[in-house]
């Protein structure tokens, strides 16, 4: 089970740290991704960590922006935003990576508002 | 505008087939495997369909997949009421190095 949390009102401009939590199974040996998906819009992925950490990806609308990390010896997962916009806003999910876009298990998701 | 073209909706009655397509291009599709995620109202995506056409444990095997080209297409036959929901098809931009989504596609089963 993937149980993320961070989620909350933020203004333009300002940062949020985003974690994602595994129970029942050790982290360390996946690569994990972070998905949004803006309030009635489709699935964007954002982001992809290795198993170790070694070797991350971004989407070009994150990129500079946003950072994924992990602390495999708390089983946790991290996503940081900062400089964030309106349209930011939208639910977070994190999700264990099966293979290189592909998908297995996904957490309920954190909703981000991004607002003044 | 999403990397990846599905149609935006599909509708169909009980009991029968329909298929929602998944259009790309040959840095995307045409390289890597595709996958497709069932999202139920308010609900996370969950993992249909991987490597273009194997079910995860417990996917009943009315839902299939296949892929030719630079295109996929997700079949789901004998159609209940709870099929309704919105579908995406992902998988691996090898140029981008970035994961891509369809746009979704809403199935509604009258």
């Known amino acids: 089970q993937l149980l993320e949390s961070g989620g909350g009102l933020v203004q333009p401009g300002g940062s949020l740290r985003l974690s994602c939590a595994a129970s029942g199974f050790t982290l360390s040996g996946y690569a994990m991704s972070w998905v949004r998906q803006a309030p009635g819009k489709g699935l964007e992925w954002l982001s992809h960590?290795?198993?170790?950490?070694?070797?991350?990806y971004y989407a070009d609308s994150v990129k500079g922006r946003f950072t994924i990390f992990r602390d495999n010896s708390k089983n946790t997962v991290y996503l940081q935003m900062n400089s964030l916009r309106v349209e930011d806003t939208a639910v977070y999910y994190c999700a264990k990576v099966f293979s290189l876009g592909t998908f297995d298990y996904w957490g309920q998701g954190t909703l981000v508002t991004v607002s003044s | 505008q999403s990397v990846l073209t599905q149609p935006p909706s599909v509708s169909a009655a009980p009991g029968q087939k329909v298929t929602i397509s998944c259009s790309g291009r040959?840095?995307?599709?045409?390289?890597?495997?595709v996958s497709w995620y069932q999202q139920l109202p308010g609900t996370a995506p969950k993992l249909l369909i991987y490597?273009?056409?194997k079910r995860p444990s417990g996917i009943p095997d009315r839902f299939s997949g296949s892929k030719s080209g630079t295109s996929a297409t997700l079949g789901i036959t004998g159609l209940q009421t709870g099929d309704g929901a919105d579908y995406y098809c992902?998988?691996?931009?090898?140029?981008?190095?970035?994961?891509?989504f369809g746009g979704g596609t809403k199935l509604t089963v009258l």
């Open positions: 992902g998988t691996w931009d090898s140029s981008l190095s970035a994961g891509v």
């Open positions: 960590i290795t198993g170790s950490g070694g070797s991350t």
């Open positions: 040959s840095s995307n599709i045409g390289s890597n495997y």
């Open positions: 490597d273009n056409n």
